[in-house]
């Protein structure tokens, strides 16, 4: 096992040490490779353990600031699961997935989960001054936008204004803001998801062809809740895939500077 070094703490504490696993990057390329979106599943079940254990993994895709604003709809009810599918405009990928799972991002939750990160640190030897201040004061500045935005709209001016002068964050200043950056990190934990389930031998789809609305209706969330994707999962049909993956030239998207 090797180590690395995680400089975690700045005031003279011992740094954490974490061991890192050997990993062959020959069979992650294989996950990667053979990762598709199946439109087609056969009926094969997913057994519950590798549910689970995928299920967890996705919770470890990174987050901003840990405050993981994510929610994971695991459809098991029958008559829930059928209203999901027609509001995926009843399509292969979620009529025939064995397990349906909604992904919802929840910047609504910033300030619970703010707390709770507070929680845990206190109840910790020791907490480190720098990370409690973080909590007590810079996520509460960064992620705060007021009633009807009015602390935003002032964040937007200040920013606008300081960042003549110096390098600056200059988002989130909106709600708006907030949705993009919970999407971010709730799409981080659908990949996880995705490449677990490979890994384990299964297959997912990611799905964005839905209506929204219903969704949210469905599963009964707030309008501040944002739908990320639904993701069928299953075991792949001979005919599930639809065609060979294609993707453009690397040169159009990679770029060197």
Known sequence: MSKITILSEINNKKPFIEDLPKINHKEFDKVIKSRRSVRVFTNDIIPQDIIKKSLDNSLKAPTSSNLQT??????????IKKKVVEACLSQPAAKTAKELFVFVSRPDHWKRNNQMMLDYLNEKKNPSVSVLKYYN?????????????IFGFLKKLYVSFVGLYRVIPR????????KVWS???????CQNFMLSMRAYGFDTCPMEGFDSFRLKRILKLPNKAQICMVIGAGKRDPNGVYGKQFRFDNKLFIKEV
């Open 183 to 189: 999407q971010k990190t709730t799409a981080l934990a």
């Open 137 to 149: 004061k810079i996520t509460k500045i960064a992620y705060n936008q007021g009633f009807m935005n």
């Open 70 to 79: 994510w929610e994971i709809y695991w459809i098991k009810s029958k008559n």
């Open 171 to 178: 988002e989130p200043t909106s709600f708006n803001d907030m």
